[in-house]
């Protein structure tokens, strides 16, 4: 499979994820919003801070596109439209999601600016709260598929998809997600009440279009995730498997964009305390309940 | 195309531009988050100089192309000349507005823009010698003592000194914070260059009974040992923490860094670097974590905080460790000039706080009436009250719509500000309807998750003089001005009361109170004429008649939106002679310092949010 279908898959996307969140926080839907956002940042200047670390800053907006993309990479829209399929592929999508933190450290770090520094250890403490949660519900899904591999684990759910099967772990896995898109009320590291915008702070121009582009790129990476692990990937009647990879990840975005319009940011400490005392013990509570239901049903 | 989405810094701030009746958002125009995502400033109405040098500030942070749209300003130094000039109203906004997308689609960032750079940002450099740190000049040239060649580096002292304090955003603490960052990086370039020197013995920084003379590891944990004397040389290293000035040099750890030379005089020597070693002589924070401190500014152009107020909060990790508050938009004298008339100081008092002009246009009256012994008809009180209600609801809503912006409810900050600049706009038949609104607006926010998880116990304070207006009413203390006042009593006005005093009980009381502020405006209003939103006929406009040659003192309590405010004039041959004003604000200011120590930083600045001070009423001495 050539790798140019599913990239363009994710661009559009990309773009359809940008106009949903532009009309979710403006209020209008303006389908060429990306555009010509894009062209304005393009065509305007893009401010070097005055001591940065130059290669923290140059880098960070990149990793961050490209641990979206890899994320993205292992993950399936059609039987066939999928990157690369590695036997351990489920496993790799966790693994591309971890250098999400260390490209926000580096934007973090990298201008030299004070709120952008805050913003970038903030999401390192964010880390400790969700990666828990990502890796927990995984596990649990790859039990009943009894395979790493991202094809598999939709096929899997060919009789039942797994938000039915393992809920639990679906909520999980979705409050996660969106801790490590850092979509709001998880949006710590970029708050722009409390950092004038943190770790996105310093960039402007074409560097700030990067690191947006990566930004929704992640939010669809997590939504396709989510797609496929919990909502039975490709898997639908009538209508051709990509289409419906593309209708659930969509649904999926946006559902992950309206939980965060409605509820205020989480205070740092309440979400490592959440997360630690309620989200483990319930992702054992799910990997031990799927491991009961795969020994009682053969 | 290109200037359809714009991102603006608004001076003074979104609160101010509510509450003169401008909304940005029904032009297709977003309050940027920082002056780094803003294509235009918006100046409205008069600014304060060092308002004026932070909006310059901001200005200069801005990536172009950049424009400046001014509405009813007229001083703009250190700013350059706004491109766009415009009244200070919708209209005016949205023609401005119109304009600056005009010029902004037509010009795009060319590399040969001219560089705007204010006098307040501009640093100083001069030259110092790498080996004797002593020599400092303004001009290049070689050292007097060795003949090396002298470095460049950013001067401290002076123009750092204005920067730090005059400055909001990001250029002040990139300053703080790159003393931290260069700090950092000496030490991995200090242990490499203690190696070099060698010591006698060795010991392991856990197990201080393990002495030997060669490099190697503790038998006892495994680690490396340090040289045995590398306490003394960490500690001095170390103690460097607070002159963050001495680290402003723009060196890196590698080149000829001026502190290379006291490195190599300790002498001692580390194989790596041990946190142990590292933090040992910092601050402990109150979890006891050793922590570098950064100074950062919050403000006077933040989002989540009313324009005009600044914080500087040392943090430590991200636990304010201590706060400092201050505001921008003074000194403002309550009598500018001895001997004004009567009917221009109502003018003045009524123009010093844009957030609640009609409180203090009425306070002015009140004392003046008090000084030469008028009283106003049962009728002009009815419709003061009307006006003021209107005022204190409106005023609320405008609190609300910080706190949005502050904890990141985008559907609250639209709805409260839509909800406020109707209330502005609107006549007196709207009046019941809002009413119902700011129920529905109090159901949803109850309803909210985690919303009162997010305020509950944050900046609790118990009931204490200093505390005024909803603020101490949410502390359970029964100070409102309204309880004595005869029009009210009438109305059958009883005051909000709640327990608790933290950020959660401030937010219900200004609910309540907008519901009950409305209720009243509009029973006051059906009982007279509907009462204009601030115009001289609600408060009265006769006031020279009234006061003539009077000679006297007078004395006048209103309760304004933030509490009570309480104005003393002297009148001689209807001159204002002397006044002394005492506002809420000014009292609550010198409250954040204590309240916001040991908070984390989003709950200090839901703390310091949630006491509604206005800059503009705290700066009047």
């Known amino acids: 499979m050539s790798v140019l279908a599913p990239i363009l898959a994710l661009l559009l996307l990309a773009w359809c994820v940008a106009v949903l969140d532009a009309w979710m926080t403006t209020g209008r839907f303006r389908p060429l919003a990306p555009l010509t956002a894009t062209l304005a940042l393009v065509a305007g200047e893009s401010l070097v801070p005055r001591k940065p670390d130059r290669l923290f800053f140059e880098t960070a907006p990149i990793l961050l596109l490209l641990a979206a993309v890899l994320a993205a990479a292992a993950l399936p829209i059609a039987p066939h439209l999928v990157i690369t399929d590695l036997a351990t592929s489920a496993l790799f999508v966790n693994a591309a999601l971890a250098y999400v933190l260390v490209a926000l450290l580096m934007a973090g770090w990298g201008p030299d600016g004070a709120y952008a520094m805050i913003g970038g250890w903030r999401f390192l403490g964010q880390t400790i709260a969700y990666s828990m949660l990502i890796v927990m519900p995984i596990t649990a899904v790859a039990m009943r598929a009894q395979s790493l591999l991202t094809t598999d684990i939709v096929r899997s759910q060919a009789g039942l998809w797994n938000v039915l099967y393992q809920p639990l772990g679906f909520a999980l896995f979705f409050v996660a997600a969106m801790a490590v898109s850092f979509l709001p009320p998880f949006d710590l590291p970029t708050a722009s009440g409390e950092l004038a915008g943190g770790v996105e702070a310093e960039y402007t121009g074409a560097r700030r279009a990067i690191f947006r582009l990566g930004r929704t790129i992640l939010i669809v990476s997590l939504a396709t995730a989510t797609t496929v692990f919990y909502l039975g990937g490709w898997l639908g009647p009538w209508l051709p498997p990509w289409l419906w990879s593309a209708l659930k990840t969509l649904a999926v975005a946006a559902a992950m964009l309206a939980a965060g319009h409605a509820v205020p940011r989480l205070r740092e400490a309440h979400l490592l305390a959440w997360a630690w005392k309620a989200g483990i013990p319930l992702a054992m509570l799910n990997i031990f309940l799927v491991g009961v239901l795969l020994l009682v049903i053969p | ?621």
């Open chain 2, 1 to 621: 195309m290109l200037a359809r989405d714009l991102h603006a810094v608004t001076v003074p701030g979104p609160d101010v531009f509510s509450a003169l009746g401008l909304d940005p958002g029904a032009v297709g125009v977003t309050y940027a988050a920082t002056p780094r995502h803003a294509q235009v400033l918006v100046l409205a109405g008069p600014l304060p100089p060092e308002l004026r040098e932070a909006a310059a500030v901001a200005y200069a942070q801005m990536p172009r192309p950049r424009v400046i749209l001014a509405l009813g300003t007229q001083e703009f130094s250190p700013l350059p000349d706004p491109d766009v000039t415009g009244p200070a109203s919708h209209d005016g906004l949205a023609q401005g507005l119109r304009r600056v997308r005009e010029l902004l689609s037509r010009h795009a960032f060319s590399p040969e823009a001219r560089a705007f750079e204010p006098a307040v940002l501009a640093t100083r450099t001069e030259y110092t010698c790498p080996m004797h740190p002593e020599v400092v000049q303004d001009e290049p040239g070689t050292c007097p003592k060795c003949g090396m060649e002298l470095v460049a580096r950013e001067a401290s002292g002076s123009s750092d000194e204005t920067h730090h304090h005059t400055i909001s955003h990001k250029d002040a603490s990139a300053h703080d914070d790159h003393a931290q960052h260069e700090h950092r990086d000496d030490h991995g370039g200090h242990a490499e260059n203690r190696t070099a020197e060698g010591a006698t013995s060795y010991t392991c920084p856990m197990h201080p009974e393990i002495v030997q003379d060669e490099p190697g590891r503790c038998p006892e944990c495994g680690m490396f040992l340090v040289p045995a004397d590398s306490d003394e040389g960490a500690g001095s290293d170390t103690g460097h923490a607070p002159s963050h000035a001495h680290h402003q040099a723009d060196s890196h750890p590698h080149d000829h860094d001026p502190d290379a030379g006291e490195v190599h005089e300790h002498g001692a020597g580390m194989d790596f670097m041990s946190m142990v070693e590292v933090t040992k002589d910092l601050p402990r924070g109150r979890d006891g974590l050793p922590m570098d401190r950064i100074d950062v500014p919050f403000g006077p152009l933040f989002p989540g905080l009313p324009g005009g107020l600044l914080l500087t909060l040392t943090l430590a990790g991200d636990v304010v460790a201590r706060a400092s508050a201050r505001t921008l938009t003074g000194p403002r004298s309550a009598l500018p000039e001895p001997g004004m008339p009567a009917a221009r100081f109502i003018e003045h008092l009524a123009s010093l706080d844009p957030l609640t002009p009609t409180a203090y246009r009425l306070l002015a009256r009140r004392a003046l009436e008090a000084a030469s012994g008028s009283t106003p008809s049962a009728h002009q009180q009815r419709a003061r009250l009307a006006a003021a209600e209107r005022e204190r609801a409106a005023s609320h809503l405008g609190g609300l719509a910080q706190l949005a912006r502050q904890v990141g409810l985008p559907w609250l900050e639209r709805r409260a500000t839509r909800f406020q600049l109707t209330l502005i706009h609107g006549d007196h038949d709207a009046l019941a309807l809002l009413a119902r609104q700011s129920v529905a607006l109090r159901t949803r926010l109850e309803r909210t998750p985690l919303l009162a998880a997010r305020l509950m116990h944050v900046g609790a304070l118990s009931p204490a003089d200093g505390l005024r207006g909803p603020v101490a009413r949410a502390a359970g203390m029964t100070t409102d001005a309204r309880t004595h006042d005869p029009a009210y009593a009438e109305l059958g006005f009883e005051p909000v009361l709640h327990q608790g005093g933290d950020a959660l009980t401030r937010l219900h009381v200004r609910l309540e109170e907008i519901t009950r502020s409305l209720r009243l405006a509009e029973a006051a209003g059906t009982l007279t004429m509907p009462a204009d939103f601030d115009t001289h006929a609600a408060i009265g406009d006769a006031i020279g008649d009234a006061i003539g040659d009077a000679i006297g003192d007078g004395q006048a309590v209103v309760e304004t939106p933030r509490g009570e405010a309480c104005l003393q004039v002297y009148l001689d041959g209807g001159l204002v002679t002397r006044a002394r004003l005492d506002t809420p604000s000014a009292g609550h200011l010198t409250l954040l310092p204590e309240l916001l120590t040991d908070l984390e930083l989003g709950d200090a600045l839901v703390a310091a949010g949630s006491l509604d001070i206005s800059p503009w009423e705290a700066s009047v001495s």
